[in-house]
C-alpha cells in the first residue's frame, strides 16, 4: 500500500505512540527485508475467501495465534506502532506463517479503497481509551466508524471488540445499542466479561489490564 493514500487521506490525524525501543538486528531486518513482501495488497486480498482483519494489533500475539490455529484462513492487520510490527514479523517468521499480510498504518486511509462486504471477521481488541472527555472524538469506535465496518464485513460477518476502560466501554455499548435499534447490528453476546469466541488468547494489553485491576469486557457484533 502506497505512499500516495496516506497523502490522500492526511484529513486523520493519529495520536499515540509510534515507537518507544530501538529496534535490535534482526528486527532491523525483518523490518527491511521481510515486512515488503507481506505488505497488503488489496487486489490480491479481493481475491480471498473470507479474509480477517485485525485493527491495531499490537505486539501482534493474538493475529499470529489465529493465522497459526487456522491455516485456511487469510490474517491482515494494521498497526502504526514500529515495535509492534516488528514484533508480528518475529512471530511470522518464528511460526514460518503464510496467511497473513501486514500494513504499518492507520486503518482508517484505506478503508475508503476497500470493497464492500471484503471481510469474515473484523477485531478490533483493546482500542485507546483516550479517557478525557475532551479526547472522545480520538476514540476509533464512533457512528462512522461502525458505518464502515458494517459495510466492509459481508454478511453475517462478525465485529468483536474488547475493552477495559470503564467510560469506553460504556460509550462502546450506547453506540451498539445505537446501531441495535438501526438494526445493521445484532449483539450476539450479551455476557460481555466472558471472552465468547473461539481460539482467545489474551493480548498483552489485556495481561495489563488485568495487572492493574481493570476488568475486560468482549462485544460480539453480527452483521444482519
Ligand atoms: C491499547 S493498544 C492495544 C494493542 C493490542 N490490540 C492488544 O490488545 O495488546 C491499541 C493499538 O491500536 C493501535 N491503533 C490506534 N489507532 C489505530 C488505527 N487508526 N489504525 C490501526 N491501529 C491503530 C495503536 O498503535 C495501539 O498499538
Not at 495488497?41 to 505486539?59: A, M, N, R, W, Y
Not at 506463517?97 to 479503497?113: C, K, M, S, T
Not at 462512522?144 to 458494517?150: G, K, M, N
Not at 438501526?182 to 488468547?201: H, V
Request: glycine share 6%.
Amino acid at each position: 500500500m502506497g505512499e500516495k493514500h496516506a497523502v490522500k487521506n492526511a484529513a486523520f490525524r493519529l495520536y499515540g505512540r509510534q515507537k518507544t525501543r530501538a529496534l535490535n538486528d534482526r528486527q532491523c531486518e525483518l523490518m527491511e527485508q521481510l515486512l515488503p513482501n507481506l505488505d497488503i495488497s488489496l487486489s490480491d486480498l479481493s481475491k480471498k475467501t473470507g479474509p480477517v482483519l485485525e485493527i491495531g494489533f499490537g505486539f501482534g500475539e493474538h493475529l499470529a495465534h489465529m493465522a497459526e490455529k487456522n491455516p485456511g484462513t487469510f490474517y491482515v492487520g494494521f498497526e502504526p506502532f514500529t515495535n509492534g510490527v516488528a514484533s508480528l514479523l518475529q512471530h511470522i517468521d518464528d511460526k514460518e506463517l503464510r496467511n497473513i499480510n501486514l500494513h504499518q498504518g492507520d486503518v482508517r486511509h484505506f478503508f475508503p479503497e476497500m470493497p464492500d462486504q471484503l471481510f469474515s471477521a473484523i477485531y478490533l481488541l483493546y482500542p485507546d481509551p483516550w479517557p478525557k472527555k475532551r479526547h472522545f472524538k480520538r476514540r476509533f469506535i464512533q457512528k462512522e466508524t461502525l458505518a464502515t465496518i458494517h459495510r466492509l464485513l459481508a454478511p453475517k460477518g462478525i465485529f468483536y471488540i474488547a475493552s477495559d476502560h470503564d467510560t469506553y466501554q460504556t460509550w462502546i455499548e450506547e453506540h451498539i445499542e445505537a446501531i441495535e435499534a438501526a438494526k445493521t447490528f445484532e449483539w450476539t453476546n450479551k455476557t460481555t466479561k466472558d471472552a465468547a469466541w473461539d481460539g482467545w488468547i489474551r493480548t498483552r494489553y489485556e495481561e495489563k489490564a488485568f495487572r492493574e485491576g481493570r476488568t475486560p469486557r468482549y462485544y460480539v457484533l453480527t452483521k444482519k
